[in-house]
């Protein structure tokens, strides 16, 4: 009998080890990670730069409180807003919390317009969290099952569809959109190139946010640090998350301009976010991807990995689709394909599936060796079917 709540469905294995792209379970089988819990630990595990730096923070301080000045938060904030070209940033511990102070901040734009009843779009398919303001700004009624009632304020739209957000131009309540440059959980989907431009050029006009959700998508994993990066825009709100801490939980709600004005002394706080170890931590995990130039290596590990799997699968029927942008990679079938998740661990291979997709989010340093094993272990996964 286990005395955890019921919420999770774990798979039969428990990790006791890691070292960089593997995790050793505790009958000492090692396992390749091409998931990495779920987007996060990028860089791998136990990186022995990360370690050094959180061994390091632990010896001398944990935590104070946001009462009291913190020295590596405001350097990372000063890292991610040059980074970014942001102006400010505000600490969390998930990709939820970061999302919520989006969405707060969102509020008090309303407020300072006189809008009395605010409106965000966010688009089906999306994920944004599972809190209640981030849960209703989810696009998925899969996720929202059961909370009712959700709240209102959000209106969900097609993702990718730019007519859809500009039928909206006349609703005077409208305050930002809210949107994921490549919507991840639900199985990598890649809008047009310029929907992002687009966008914000609607935002623009309007007078509305522009809040990009780069939980999962930021700190490298496309092959650009940011995935709006490639649009050549500044959102008016960034979140991130995952990658961020290599493990550790921090996450960031960066702003610009008015945006990045509206919180003010009192309105948002965490007891644990931005504290000195995550801090110290994430600028560690950004020193190491600039210094061993991650980004180089996943923009030639998503060629390498992207040209396998489209010779291998060419000629295989069940296959629909192959996505991917960096390290986020889905191969779309014909058929629901959830078995493949219990045969892949067999097969010492962590992957995700959602619905009928593959989901693959491997380490940024992956290299060709275990990009090989990744290609042939999927692929005799998917001719199994
Ligand atoms: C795009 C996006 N936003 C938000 C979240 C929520 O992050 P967290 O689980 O850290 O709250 C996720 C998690 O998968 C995500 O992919």
């Known amino acids: 009998m286990s005395y955890l709540m019921s919420n999770y469905l774990p798979l039969d294995v428990t990790f006791i080890k890691g070292n960089g792209c593997y995790l050793t379970d505790d009958k000492g089988d090692q396992y390749l990670d091409a998931l990495c819990g779920v987007g996060v630990t990028g860089l791998g595990h136990s990186h022995p730069e990360i370690t050094k730096a959180i061994q390091s923070q632990a010896q001398q301080l944990l935590h104070t409180s946001n009462w009291y000045h913190i020295a590596h938060q405001e350097t990372l904030a000063e890292v991610l807003c040059k980074l970014s070209n942001m102006d400010n940033a505000f600490f969390g511990n998930s990709g939820a919390e970061a999302n919520e102070a989006a969405i707060k901040i969102a509020r008090l734009h309303a407020q300072t317009n006189n809008i009395d009843s605010p409106i965000i779009l966010t688009a089906t398919q999306s994920f944004h969290g599972r809190t209640m303001a981030t849960l209703s700004a989810t696009g998925n009624p899969k996720v ?14 097609e993702f990718n569809n730019i007519k ?11 305050v930002a959109v809210m949107l994921e440059p490549i919507q991840g959980e639900s199985g990598v989907i890649i809008p047009n190139d310029d929907y992002l431009n687009q966008v914000q050029e609607i935002c623009q006009k309007n007078n509305w946010l522009l809040i990009l959700d780069e939980v999962q998508t930021g700190i490298g994993r496309t092959g650009k640090m940011f995935a709006h990066q490639y649009n050549n825009i500044t959102p008016d709100i960034l979140t991130l998350a995952k990658g961020l801490g290599n493990g550790v939980p921090i996450s960031a709600c960066l702003a610009k301009g008015k945006a990045a004005k509206l919180l003010t002394p009192g309105t948002h706080g965490s007891t644990f976010g931005g504290n000195p170890l995550v801090c110290r931590t994430a600028l560690t995990v950004l020193e190491v991807i600039k ?8 923009n030639q590990m998503s060629d390498y990995i992207s040209t396998g799997f489209t010779q291998a699968l060419k000629n295989v029927k069940t296959v629909k689709e192959i996505r991917a942008k960096g390290l986020m990679i889905a191969i779309e079938l014909d058929q629901d394909c959830s078995q493949l998740l219990q045969l892949a661990l067999d097969n010492k291979l962590l992957i995700n599936i959602t619905g009928q997709s593959i989901r693959l989010l491997p380490p940024l340093i992956l290299n060709k060796d275990q990009a090989d094993t990744i290609i042939k272990t999927v692929c005799t996964l998917i001719k199994s079917l």
Request: a negative charge; hydrophobic letters at 40%.
């Open 144 to 157: 929202q099952a059961g909370f009712s009632p959700l709240l209102g304020e959000f209106i969900h739209v």
């Open 164 to 174: 859809a957000i500009q039928q909206h131009k006349e609703n005077n309540n409208i």
């Open 291 to 298: 210094q061993d130039n991650i980004l180089d290596n996943v």
